[in-house]
């Protein structure tokens, strides 16, 4: 079981938050790849498949989608979210903790409508019998856009 703190800054790079999570089952590996890098110009949305080990970066054959820059909002009256953004907040609120509510918040105030056809497959701790996450939510993204 993941500890129970929120949170943890990196003692050799201050400005990166470790969020760990609970792992509801004592078996299976859960570990997601994905990074929400912020500068005061917005917000890009990183997802690999490397593990953070050298190895995986120098050696191996790996992939990255990087997302375009994603702006803040200035008028939230004249904007409407795009599937993947609503997605990626769905998907990070499932993990139910104080620093994923909080990067929530941030993902939802930034403009995602320059990332066209893309489609998030997210994948949570425990067993679920819906279309939201793993094989399902594959399944159901191919009937949708096949």
């Known amino acids: 079981m993941a500890s129970k703190k929120t949170s943890s800054k990196s003692t050799k790079y201050s400005r990166i938050a470790v969020v760990p999570v609970s792992l509801p089952l004592s078996y299976g590996t859960h570990h997601t790849k994905l990074m929400v890098?912020?500068?005061?110009?917005?917000i890009r949305i990183v997802i690999h498949t490397a593990n953070?080990?050298?190895?995986?970066?120098t050696v191996k054959t790996q992939g990255v989608w990087i997302s375009p820059l994603c702006k803040k909002i200035m008028e939230p009256k004249n904007h409407t979210d795009c599937d993947f953004k609503l997605y990626?907040?769905?998907y990070i609120k499932s993990y139910k903790s104080v620093a994923t509510e909080q990067l929530a918040k941030v993902i939802s105030d930034h403009n995602f409508s320059e990332i066209k056809n893309v489609h998030l497959i997210g994948s949570v701790p425990g067993i679920h019998d819906n279309n939201l996450?793993?094989?399902?939510?594959?399944?159901?993204?191919?009937?949708?856009v096949c």
């Open 88 to 90: 990626l907040i769905k």
């Open 37 to 42: 890098l912020m500068s005061e110009r917005g």
């Open 133 to 144: 996450y793993g094989k399902l939510r594959l399944q159901s993204l191919l009937f949708k």
């Open 52 to 57: 953070l080990v050298m190895v995986d970066w």
